[in-house]
């Protein structure tokens, strides 16, 4: 028999709320490895003197483009599932 989310203890509640914190500092997590590699993209463009992006630099961009969407995407998935578990104890 399932019990409802107010009729949870404390423990179970602080567990739920660890895991949202836990998403959350993830797709941080994420975002900041995305900015790192775009900045280092453009560091190596400007240390250079270059006039276009290198293919360097553009795999760099690319890979931190990625890394930025791939953290929104696992995010998501997460929150929704997370959000399904409130769901059935409520």
Known sequence: MKEKFND???RDKLAIDRTVLA???TLLSYI?????????AVGLFYLEHKEHFGITEWLL???GFFAIGLGFIIYFRMRKRINNLYQEQA
């Open 8 to 10: 949870l203890i404390l």
């Open 61 to 63: 961009s690319a890979i």
């Open 23 to 25: 998403n959350q500092r």
């Open 32 to 40: 900041k490895t995305g900015i790192f590699f775009g900045s280092t």
